[in-house]
């Protein structure tokens, strides 16, 4: 069984950054691709980053630019690093991976709350 873990989450200022850091049970190169999630309240699940075994990314369009991907293979890390943050990134951000298929995530963390105020 694979585990994730999430922290970094937190109250922040509009303007502001988080640092998001996702620690994996297994190594980072055994997963085919890795990614984070978030969900706002009333919201549906959505895809907010993503990066491929051969280190292709991912971002939706609301967060270019501002946010950033970057892995510590050493110590099986993948960070999301969240600069510029605004009041509608509000959202419990998962990390979630998947080992099997490209194209699902077979493992999810439990979730770090980000808040942005206004």
């Known amino acids: 069984q694979v585990q994730l873990v999430e922290s970094g989450g937190g109250l922040v200022q509009t303007g502001g950054s988080l640092r998001l850091s996702c620690a994996a049970s297994?190594?980072?190169?055994?997963?085919?691709?890795m990614g984070w999630y978030r969900q706002a309240p009333g919201k549906q699940r959505e895809l907010v980053a993503r990066?491929?075994?051969?280190?292709?990314?991912y971002y939706t369009d609301s967060v270019k630019g501002r946010f950033t991907l970057s892995s510590d293979n050493a110590k099986n890390k993948l960070y999301l690093q969240m600069n510029s943050l605004k009041p509608e990134d509000t959202a419990v951000y998962y990390c979630?991976?998947?080992?099997?298929?490209?194209?699902?995530?077979?493992?999810w963390g439990q979730g770090t709350q980000v808040t942005v105020s206004s």
């Open positions: 979630a991976t998947g080992v099997v298929l490209v194209t699902t995530y077979d493992y």
């Open positions: 297994i190594s980072i190169f055994s997963t085919l691709h």
């Open positions: 990066i491929t075994s051969g280190g292709s990314t």
